[in-house]
């Protein structure tokens, strides 16, 4: 799907199209609603205002949860960086979080105890922003920290502080950098823009600039950019004007004003000739890619210009995919997309080339595509279905109020970069009245002038990082370059759990919490379908959307030992068509509707799920029972599908984590148990090469069943009138006659052999560690307790693993432990991406870590407030989506559990001790009985590793 620069998850639309006006209203099952009138209906109400210190505020309204999204956003980024001072937008965004004069402590503290969600921070070229969601009881405390680190945070910002994050920083850098294509970043601004242009180098900076920040240069930066002149605070949600006017006047408005802040000239580059430069990489297949600088996203031209990426390499049904993928199968993947920043932007075409094709075949091939589109521009059919798939993302998104991609999103964004917080109209009127014509001519201006071809080439790197101051890894890219975060993504983080000035606000304490609204989940609804497949429903109607997933009780596990990756290839192959449609057909059929159709699984659940504007609905869900009910499974797609798994499995082949987690799971569970198999799904390339078209019929026939099927549905509907719709679909659906499949989870897991298994992948800035164990428990026993221990352990941001080696030692940029989520025998594995030099000291801590917190270090009192707290708290702000309330569902179902389980937690948590957190954590887990793997350079590891007590066994992805 593709996804514009900032509007993904950032609209709401307004009660005229929630309670489906007379147009949407009428509109035929089989006729997907009008485009203008989706576009017409999109709204963000708001009221804004100033402060007399120049702070500007808006206050948006949305009163279906009781919660607040707090958006602070200042307009200062990696462009504002002077030479010599790259990473300091980024380094200074860390020590943003490491406590203000007031709240001397770690800025999540505060907020984790009220249950605080969606908490981050990230940079990029233009901006840094910090954000959460609270409950509504809660805003004081929000708005006090954000006020004190913005007008009483130098007083607290010390040289240890600063040394710490330089390694928090540094470490992020390494990772990112560690991964396959991790050094695109630098690739791209380098090239793009000139030596001495704001976007040259990339935000995260080079380890000699970071190095250098000394305590009066971050100083000098806060006191230059983070006057309350130069920001811009958003609230939504739970909250009014009038109340949001008392607040922030309250918190913000002694904090005085900071010196005009000087925007740098940033011109839109285009190189003097065409460029070109070839890399070596661990990366499963060639990639070559062709780039230009683009305007910024206050021009007129760059909506127009996206709409052209999307239909060059952004659709399902794209002309590359067309072309390259499906008719002429010789690249597994295209894409094409342009993303705009503030000034100037970047627009990438890429294609992976199939293993045995000729490189500079595909090139030609690419570059012919090309110019074939900038010839004769896109069809009318084409803009309907990118605006129509563009719509249907946005809107998927409505119900969320802050986070990456909420509401508050898009009016600071707006406010920021074009000073006008509802600019996202003027987008979305730009999108509806773009013309064939107009996308043709925007398209051939910026992609008729000199590109810069970069090709990627397996091999081993010849150059690191470390110096170059700035990933993107496969499939359709919605944005080629993120902004870098405070918190680790790849740990799965997106915040908790789930010169001084006078003050006149009280700054001496917290403000106390005012009373917190309990959990209210939606009421759960069953029925039974005409072939008796059971529906699970809940309704919430805050925006024309529904949300439905089709459950089979398969999963991974499902998967015959002997030919490991079927089911991947399977629903792989069931996306290029039915025996109505065709792959094009199919791709087609869901654009225009601006549904959303795909199937998942996991360990225990084949999943295929749909999202659907409502009155598209109906149509939506026809398309959703061909889907399932009848694949073509056409041999010749299969031979395009096998090549692009083979392509995605020497992918995780070369990724660090992926490696650490195919050895580590067979050899706790062993290779005979259902899950004995490397996590992704993706299997071995030998089961395949030799899958045939009657192997998957076969699978598809033995598990894809009715009456292996559960459906569940949230959205605007209601269970009457999706029963029908449903009937008249899934309900038609016979089982056979032969019994249901099992998966046989009797089999022994093997007794824990402690060791280090090292596997080498030499020149790893960083290595990965994980260490785990299987537990004696299932994911249907009550495991509050035990999962409350792993997140006081290692289990969040604040844990004592994570406070050590990111916060203390700085050797990380995020560390983890977590227990598995399947059905059968749980796991519990930490994970530690640290820096190559402290592999083995990294080890030492893990353990000194865990034994104290299972011998005389257990939980603290403050742990367990925090804890209780932090997890009663945060309940409201879990639920706030319907695809949240989904998820929710689908775990009752899957665990047995009540249908108000997660109303009786608060009484849970409440009634936890810390006596009774120790006893299960000591009951469940061991120091001395884990597996260790370790993927990092051997040269500079093994003399760290032989020193600790274990075997060590160096091994291989054969061994």
């Given amino acids: 799907m593709p996804r514009f620069h900032r509007f993904a998850l950032a609209l709401a639309v307004s009660t005229s199209l929630v309670a489906a006006g007379p147009a949407l209203a009428k509109a035929k099952a089989a006729d997907p609603a009008p485009i203008a009138n989706l576009v017409k209906a999109v709204d963000i109400p708001y009221e804004a205002f100033t402060l007399d210190n120049g702070l500007r505020v808006i206050v948006h309204e949305d009163r279906k949860a009781p919660v607040v999204a707090v958006s602070v956003w200042y307009r200062v980024g990696s462009k504002h960086e002077p030479k010599g001072k790259t990473g300091f937008a980024h380094l200074f965004e860390h020590l943003m979080f490491n406590g203000s004069e007031n709240s001397p402590g770690d800025f999540f ?73 991790g050094l695109l970043r630098y690739e791209i601004f380098e090239n793009l823009f000139p030596t001495g242009h704001p976007y040259h180098h990339s935000t995260i900076g080079s380890m000699g600039d970071l190095n250098s920040a000394s305590l009066g240069d971050v100083k000098k930066w806060f006191t230059d950019n983070y006057g309350p002149n130069n920001a811009v605070l958003v609230l939504a949600g739970d909250v009014n004007v009038a109340t949001a006017k008392a607040k922030v006047q309250e918190w913000f408005g002694d904090i005085p004003r900071g010196p005009a802040v000087q925007m740098p000239a940033v011109p839109v580059p285009t190189l003097p000739a065409p460029l070109a430069k070839e890399v070596k990489d661990l990366v499963p297949t060639t990639r070559i890619y062709r780039m230009w600088a683009i305007p910024g996203l206050n021009d007129p031209e760059a909506v127009p210009l996206q709409m052209a990426m999307s239909v060059l390499g952004g659709l399902s049904s794209s002309r590359l995919d067309n072309a390259l993928v499906r008719k002429d199968p010789v690249a597994v993947s295209v894409s094409a997309v342009a993303q705009p920043f503030e000034d100037a932007g970047i627009l990438l075409v890429q294609a992976d080339v199939k293993p045995g094709v000729e490189v500079k075949l595909v090139g030609e091939r690419l570059d012919a595509e090309i ?41 600071a964004e707006g406010a920021l970069y074009s000073n006008n917080p509802a600019y996202y109209k003027v987008e979305l009127d730009r999108m509806a009245k773009a013309t064939p014509e107009q996308v043709k001519a925007v398209a051939s201006k910026w992609l008729s002038r000199p590109a810069f071809s970069l090709t990627y080439t397996p091999g081993e790197r010849t150059e690191g990082g470390e110096n170059r101051g700035g990933a993107v890894t496969g499939g359709k890219v919605a944005a080629p370059v993120q902004p870098d975060r405070y918190w680790n993504e790849a740990l799965g983080d997106a915040g908790p759990d789930t010169g001084g000035t006078s003050s006149f606000a009280d700054r001496s304490q917290l403000p106390a919490v005012a009373d917190l609204k309990a959990l209210d989940f939606p009421a759960i609804e069953r029925t039974k379908l005409k072939n008796g497949v059971e529906v699970v429903f809940a309704r919430r109607t ?77 149509a939506s869900l026809s398309l959703l029972a061909d889907y399932i009910r009848n694949p073509a499974f056409d041999g010749k797609e299969l031979e395009r599908v096998r090549a692009q798994q083979l392509n995605r499995l020497k992918a995780e082949l070369n990724n660090p984590s992926a490696i650490a987690s195919r050895i580590l799971t067979p050899v706790l569970y062993g290779a005979d148990h259902p899950y004995g198999i490397p996590p992704s799904g993706l299997g071995n390339a030998a089961s395949v090469k030799a899958a045939t078209r009657e192997q998957l019929s076969a699978f598809h026939a033995t598990w894809i069943r009715p009456d292996n099927a559960r459906v569940f549905v949230v959205g605007d509907t209601t269970l009457a009138e999706v029963k029908k719709q449903l009937d008249a679909t899934l309900g038609q659906w016979k089982a056979p006659a032969t019994a249901k499949p099992v998966k046989h989870f009797d089999i022994a897991i ?21 260490a785990g ?109 319907s695809g949240d309330v989904l998820g929710g569902l689908r775990q009752i179902v899957k665990f047995g559990r009540p249908d108000n389980y997660y109303e009786t937690l608060p009484a849970t948590y409440e009634a936890m001790t810390a006596a009774e957190i120790d006893a299960a954590a000591r009951k469940a887990l061991s120091a001395d009985g884990l597996v260790y793997v370790v993927v990092g350079d051997a040269a500079v590891v093994k003399p760290q590793l032989d020193g600790l007590g274990l075997p060590v066994e160096t091994v291989s992805l054969d061994n």
């Fill in 109 to 181: 503290e505060p907020l984790q105890q009220v249950g605080a969600t969606d908490s981050n921070g990230t940079t990029n070229v233009d901006r840094t922003n910090y954000f959460e969601t609270v409950p509504t009881g809660a805003l004081d405390r929000a708005l006090f920290l954000e006020s004190d680190r913005m007008g009483h945070l130098l007083g607290a910002v010390t040289q240890e502080k600063l040394d710490n994050q330089r390694g928090v920083v540094q470490n992020e850098k390494r990772q990112g950098d560690n991964n396959p294509y």
């Fill in 773 to 881: 164990k299987v537990l004696d428990a299932k994911g249907g026993d009550e495991l509050e307790v035990l999962r409350s221990a792993n997140d006081i352990f290692g289990g969040n941001f604040l844990s004592r693993f994570n406070t050590n080696l990111r916060e203390t030692k700085g050797w990380s940029y995020g560390v983890r432990s977590r227990i598995s989520g399947d059905q059968d025998r749980l796991s519990w594995v930490a994970a530690a991406p640290v820096q190559a030099d402290r592999t083995g000291d990294s080890i030492k801590e893990l353990q000194s870590d865990l034994k104290s917190f299972l011998g005389d270090k257990g939980v603290t009192k403050e742990e367990l407030e925090r804890t209780i707290n932090g997890s009663v708290r945060e309940l409201p702000g879990s639920f706030e989506t």
């Fill in 371 to 411: 110019a074939s589109f900038l010839a004769s521009g896109p069809t009318a059919d084409e803009l309907q279905r990118t605006a129509a798939s563009y719509l249907a993302g946005t809107i998927s998104g409505l119900e969320s109020v802050g986070g990456f991609g909420g509401k508050a999103v898009t009016l």
């Fill in 750 to 770: 093997p007794a824990p052999k402690p060791r280090i298994l090292l596997f080498d992948r030499p020149k790893s800035p960083q290595s990965v560690i994980l």
């Fill in 542 to 618: 805050t925006v024309p959307t529904v949300n439905v997933a089709v459950s089979f009780d398969a999963g991974y596990a499902a998967d015959p030992h002997s030919a490991l990756g079927t089911q991947s290839l399977m629903l792989s192959l069931m996306d290029e068509g039915t025996t109505s449609l065709d792959s094009i057909a199919f791709a087609e059929a869901k654009e225009r509707l601006g549904a959303q159709i795909d199937a998942t699984a996991n360990a225990d659940e084949t999943v295929f799920s749909l999202f659907a504007l409502k009155p598209n609905l109906g």
